[in-house]
C-alpha cells in the first residue's frame, strides 16, 4: 500500500464546474497536508495547507480534512481552463520530508 | 523576494560521470530539501538540511550526497551516475520557523544521462 494514494485520473470537467481531487494517507500519526500544484513542464507550487480537521477555504480552492478517515481532499471551484494541472497531494512535512501522492492530473475544457 | 534558485536548469552527462546541482533558497530559510522526480516514481525525497547539517535522509543510495553551507546554499552530487538518475532534481526550502512544513520548490535542474 502507498503512503498516499490519489485518484490516478485523469479528470476533465468542463469550464466553471467543480473539481473534486481526492487523497488518502497511511500514516495515522500525520499532521500536516499539502496541495500543490503542477503546470508541465514546471515545478510544484504549494496552494493550500491544512492542519486541522474540516475546510479551509482560500478563492476558488477549499481543502477538507477527516484524520478519522485519513482523507483529504482539494475542491476547485469555477474550474477555469487555467487549473489544468497535475495536482499533488503530500503529508507531512518533519525536516523536509514530505511524502508526495503520485498526482491527478486535470484538464478543465472549454 | 527572490525564489529558490537552482543551477544548472538543464545538463547532459554519460555513465560514469559524476555530477554537482547547486540550489540557494528563498532569503530567509535555513531548510532546503531535495526531491527527485521521474515519470515512474514520482517525487521522492532525498534529503534535507539545516544549518548546515543533514536531518533527514531518504532512501537512495550513496551515490547521492549533499551538503550545506553557511550561508543556506546547497548542493547535492551524485556520483558514478546510471541511466536510471535521469530526473528532475528538486530544491525547496523552507523557513522551518513554526516547522508547518511548507515547501517551495525551485524550477529544478534537468539531468540527463546517456
Known amino acids: 500500500q502507498k503512503e498516499v494514494e490519489q485518484n490516478s485520473g485523469p479528470l476533465s470537467v468542463p469550464e466553471g464546474a467543480i473539481a473534486s481531487l481526492n487523497c488518502t494517507y497511511s500514516d495515522r500519526g500525520s499532521q500536516s497536508f499539502f496541495w500543490y500544484r503542477q503546470y508541465s513542464g514546471k515545478s510544484p507550487e504549494l496552494i493550500m495547507s491544512?492542519?486541522?480537521?474540516g475546510d479551509k477555504e482560500d478563492g476558488r480552492f477549499t481543502a477538507q480534512l477527516n484524520k478519522a478517515s485519513q482523507y483529504v481532499s482539494l475542491l476547485i471551484r469555477d474550474s477555469q481552463p487555467s487549473d489544468s494541472a497535475t495536482y499533488l497531494c503530500a503529508v507531512n512535512g518533519y525536516a523536509g520530508k514530505s511524502t508526495f501522492g503520485d498526482g491527478t492530473t486535470l484538464t478543465v475544457k472549454p | 523576494k527572490a525564489g529558490v534558485t537552482q543551477t544548472p536548469r538543464y545538463l547532459i552527462k554519460t555513465r560514469g560521470q559524476q555530477v554537482t546541482l547547486s540550489c540557494s533558497p528563498i532569503?530567509?530559510?535555513?531548510?532546503v530539501s531535495w526531491y527527485q522526480q521521474t515519470p515512474g516514481q514520482g517525487l521522492q525525497f532525498l534529503f534535507e538540511y539545516f544549518s548546515e547539517t543533514q536531518r533527514n535522509k531518504g532512501n537512495f543510495p550513496g551515490r547521492f550526497s549533499g551538503r550545506q553551507f553557511s550561508n543556506s546554499r546547497s548542493e547535492m552530487n551524485v556520483s558514478t551516475l546510471e541511466l536510471g538518475d535521469s530526473a528532475l532534481y528538486l530544491c525547496a526550502s523552507s523557513s522551518d520557523k513554526s516547522n508547518t512544513g511548507e515547501l517551495f520548490f525551485g524550477e529544478g535542474s534537468r539531468l540527463t544521462v546517456l
Open positions: 491544512i492542519y486541522s480537521n
Open positions: 532569503s530567509g530559510h535555513r531548510s
